[in-house]
């Protein structure tokens, strides 16, 4: 059975245990996750070449992946500490927003150790190691970047202590469920699915798109995709889905640019702009909600 996405005993009992916290047990890969890997690294290094963004390449050079083989996370993280001090970090699943977050904080990436089945590449049931080490890891030598998403976990812990502010439990969690919602889409607009101008056109840094080899050609070329510069009164209040190609998606002009955002997201929040941001996907659960106000 290997680590193959959904069909992972190991990763099954360690959600059993409540144990979200977890290590990458190497010789547990098979065959075909190696062979899985190898093709999604395979067919999408020219796209990356095309489509991504700079400091994108460059992340993936510093790195040292093998194309070939399953990434061992102590490997990555030989590579990553000394130049940003960020480290992944293997976990089970999901995990809850504020934990999320607060890890972003401490340099601390929560990442999937799973590999999507060797006969649907393209199918993602939830996030796998391509995703999150192919996808989002680069990123992360990036010191702008990687600044910016220790700026995101400071909004988590502002938020919490916003709430806990609030005496009436019923005000703090419609509060709490609107800002939750502001910072998810504002993530999914960036980190996830976010674009850069650069001097040669539109180029990728969101991992959503970098891990996606239909994907990341579509966003730069369709005509059906809407591309405006990012405005963060458009952003926290533009739902989105997930299943499908995205129509609509935001250039930032980098990563400094990136990280005033995340700043500015921090003081709107602190003025209780975040408060009343439009209704509509995504949706806030119950676990989100109750690992921010577990920290309230
Ligand atoms: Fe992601």
């Known amino acids: 059975m290997g680590l193959t996405t959904t069909e992972a005993p190991f990763i099954e009992v360690a959600r059993e245990q409540g144990a979200l916290y977890i290590q990458q047990p190497y010789e547990l890969y098979s065959d075909s996750n190696h062979l899985a890997w190898a093709h999604l690294y395979e ?16 992340g993936i050079e510093s790195l040292c992946l093998d194309p070939t083989r399953v990434p061992r996370l102590s490997d990555v993280n030989r590579f990553l500490e000394p130049l940003t001090h960020f480290s992944a970090k293997p976990v089970s699943g999901y995990v809850p927003a504020f934990k999320f977050f607060d890890c972003l904080r401490n340099r ?3 990442t999937t150790i799973t590999v999507r089945r060797l006969d649907q590449l393209d199918y ?8 999150d080490i192919a996808g989002h890891v680069p990123m ?8 910016a998403l220790v700026r995101f976990g400071d909004c988590a812990h502002t938020a919490a202590e916003l709430a806990a502010s609030i005496s009436d439990e019923q005000e703090r969690m419609r509060r709490l469920t609107s800002i939750i ?6 993530f999914w607009f960036t980190v996830e699915f976010g674009l850069m101008n650069s001097q040669n ?14 994907e990341i050609k579509h966003c730069i070329e369709s005509p059906q995709v809407q591309r405006f510069p990012i405005q963060l009164e458009w952003v926290i209040n533009q739902s989105f889905e997930i299943d499908h190609y995205q129509p609509l998606l935001f250039y930032v002009e980098g990563f400094d640019h990136l990280f005033e955002l995340v700043d500015q997201l921090e003081k709107w929040m602190r003025e209780g702009k975040l408060d009343n941001v439009a209704p509509g ?8 909600l109750a690992s921010f106000a577990e920290h309230s």
């Open 140 to 147: 992360h030598t990036d010191p702008a970047f990687a600044d």
């Open 108 to 110: 601390e990436f929560p």
């Open 201 to 214: 056109g539109l180029k990728v840094y969101g991992s959503g798109l970098l891990s996606s080899y239909g």
């Open 181 to 186: 919602r502001a910072m998810a889409r504002f």
């Open 281 to 288: 996907e995504p949706g806030v659960n119950a676990a989100d």
């Open 43 to 58: 067919r999408m290094h020219d796209r990356w070449l095309t489509y991504a963004n700079q400091h994108f390449l460059k």
């Open 124 to 131: 993602l049931p939830e996030p796998d190691i391509f995703h």
